[in-house]
């Protein structure tokens, strides 16, 4: 086993613990002023597609507001092209699982060189992003300070409280606020750009596979690695769209995912006899942007896809059971959620605390987003597609 590489959690967690004994020494300071307005920034995300989204958007609003400013990214594989398509910038990349100390050493050099005004950690817990960010020597570093005490205040100037009773786009926006106190309240997200040549892939693409010119409703019916209660099941959405053909005849479902949701779509397949098309593994979040801008609504679990549908100004309807709309509520001007909210363990999962049971406690598994009834998805539906086309 290499001792120097982050791809085994065992060393990763003796390395944070040996930053955390560190971080215990270094003196308080409180809050610097930020002084005159940044032009060079360096923003650090690393997993969470979701995350991601709300990050880009934000750095998007404070460049569109200020264009003076210049944004560069450090970032892994996962993250590296929702934070980046369609821009111009030096990305930095580094992989957790698989890079190791030299190469953070040498990602830090090539930082350092770049003599950025101002860092952003966008991470909410790692000491470690703290500890490079604060290792940049950048006159302003901006990160989160979660509820439980870890040290990360002391790695920045501009430490930024995380507030339980937020969300996490409301949080993103108050680190944004102290570069620039002007931005708008409400703030919405901003659609990821889709190039021309994209465009004309999904001419092709479309022309090829939807038949009709009646409305077309995507479904995800996964959602990420960890926590699978967090699913609506499979049959639900079959429900919910065998109940929306029988309002809108000729109705195609469009089911998004990659290889993680294959089983979920064949199963799908199996219970559905309407319109069907299948974009799964399209290429690039480039492409799925422009599939989703392309549909009239959304249906899913809190996952990445849900934010994008939104961020891409899409009717969009999140579900919601073990984690709280409250935090991860689809940000967008046509988006709502459904959050039944009938099981006392609900919710259970609270990323702000790094609170993910590996189990659901309930009696039936995901029991609380059986608790969702196909009713209220088409409530909330009608709600964000103004009545458009559900009657």
Same mark, same amino acid.
């Given at each position: 086993?290499?001792?120097?590489?982050?791809? #085994?959690?065992?060393?990763?967690?003796?390395?944070?613990?040996?930053?955390?004994?560190?971080?215990?020494?270094?003196?308080?300071?409180?809050?610097?002023?930020?002084?005159?307005?940044?032009?060079?920034?360096?923003?650090?995300?690393?997993?969470?597609?979701?995350?991601?989204?709300?990050?880009?958007?934000?750095?998007?609003?404070?460049?569109?507001?200020?264009?003076?400013?210049?944004?560069?990214?450090?970032?892994?594989?996962?993250?590296?092209?929702?934070?980046?398509?369609?821009?111009?910038?030096?990305?930095?990349?580094?992989?957790?699982?698989?890079?190791?100390?030299?190469?953070?050493?040498?990602?830090? %050099?090539?930082?350092?060189?770049?003599? #950025?005004?101002?860092?952003?950690?966008?991470?909410?817990?790692?000491?470690?992003?703290?500890?490079?960010?604060?290792?940049?020597?950048?006159?302003?570093?901006?990160?989160?300070?979660?509820?439980?005490?870890?040290?990360?205040?002391?790695?920045?100037?501009?430490?930024?409280?995380?507030?339980?009773?937020?969300?996490?786009?409301?949080?993103?926006?108050?680190?944004?606020?102290?570069?620039?106190?002007?931005?708008?309240?409400?703030?919405?997200?901003?659609?990821?750009?889709?190039?021309?040549?994209?465009?004309?892939?999904?001419?092709?693409?479309?022309?090829?596979?939807?038949?009709?010119?009646?409305?077309?409703?995507?479904?995800?019916?996964?959602? $990420?690695?960890?926590?699978?209660?967090?699913?609506?099941?499979?049959?639900?959405?079959?429900?919910?769209?065998?109940?929306?053909?029988?309002?809108?005849?000729?109705?195609?479902?469009?089911?998004? $995912? $990659?290889?993680?949701?294959?089983?979920?779509?064949?199963?799908?397949?199996?219970?559905?006899?309407?319109?069907?098309?299948?974009? %799964?593994?399209?290429?690039?979040?480039?492409?799925?942007?422009?599939?989703?801008?392309?549909?009239?609504?959304?249906?899913?679990?809190?996952?990445?896809?849900?934010?994008?549908?939104?961020?891409?100004?899409?009717?969009?309807?999140?579900?919601?059971?073990?984690?709280?709309?409250?935090?991860?509520?689809?940000?967008?001007?046509?988006?709502?959620?459904?959050?039944?909210?009938?099981?006392?363990?609900?919710?259970?999962?609270?990323?702000?605390?790094?609170?993910?049971?590996?189990?659901?406690?309930?009696?039936?598994?995901?029991?609380?987003?059986?608790? %969702?009834?196909?009713?209220?998805?088409?409530?909330?539906?009608?709600?964000?597609?103004?009545?458009?086309?559900?009657?």
């Amino acid at each position: 086993m290499n001792l120097f590489s982050y791809r #085994y959690r065992l060393i990763h967690a003796l390395v944070e613990k040996m930053v955390a004994f560190i971080a215990k020494m270094l003196p308080e300071r409180g809050s610097l002023p930020v002084g005159c307005s940044p032009r060079r920034i360096l923003v650090l995300k690393f997993g969470g597609m979701g995350e991601a989204v709300l990050a880009r958007s934000l750095m998007d609003r404070l460049k569109e507001r200020n264009p003076q400013i210049s944004v560069d990214f450090l970032v892994e594989e996962r993250t590296a092209e929702t934070m980046t398509c369609g821009s111009r910038q030096n990305v930095f990349r580094y992989s957790p699982k698989s890079d190791g100390l030299l190469k953070a050493i040498k990602v830090l %050099i090539a930082v350092r060189r770049q003599r #950025y005004d101002a860092v952003l950690d966008f991470e909410q817990h790692s000491l470690l992003t703290a500890l490079f960010t604060r290792a940049t020597s950048a006159p302003i570093r901006l990160g989160f300070v979660p509820s439980e005490q870890n040290n990360r205040e002391k790695m920045f100037t501009q430490p930024v409280q995380l507030n339980e009773n937020e969300s996490m786009w409301a949080a993103f926006v108050r680190m944004g606020r102290i570069l620039d106190p002007g931005l708008p309240q409400p703030l919405m997200t901003v659609p990821l750009p889709v190039s021309r040549s994209t465009e004309e892939w999904l001419h092709e693409w479309w022309k090829s596979r939807v038949r009709t010119s009646a409305p077309v409703v995507a479904m995800h019916l996964g959602v $990420g690695p960890s926590a699978q209660y967090r699913r609506w099941p499979v049959a639900r959405f079959v429900e919910l769209a065998s109940a929306m053909v029988a309002r809108q005849p000729n109705l195609t479902i469009l089911l998004t $995912g $990659g290889k993680s949701e294959r089983s979920f779509i064949e199963e799908f397949k199996g219970r559905f006899s309407g319109e069907m098309v299948e974009a %799964i593994e399209l290429g690039g979040i480039e492409r799925t942007c422009a599939v989703l801008r392309r549909c009239d609504l959304l249906v899913s679990a809190d996952t990445g896809i849900m934010h994008l549908a939104a961020a891409m100004a899409t009717p969009t309807v999140g579900l919601f059971g073990p984690n709280t709309p409250d935090c991860w509520a689809p940000v967008g001007v046509r988006s709502t959620y459904v959050y039944a909210r009938k099981q006392l363990c609900s919710p259970c999962i609270n990323s702000y605390k790094r609170q993910i049971p590996d189990q659901c406690t309930a009696e039936r598994e995901g029991a609380c987003m059986w608790d %969702i009834e196909v009713d209220d998805v088409l409530m909330a539906a009608k709600q964000v597609i103004h009545g458009e086309w559900l009657g």
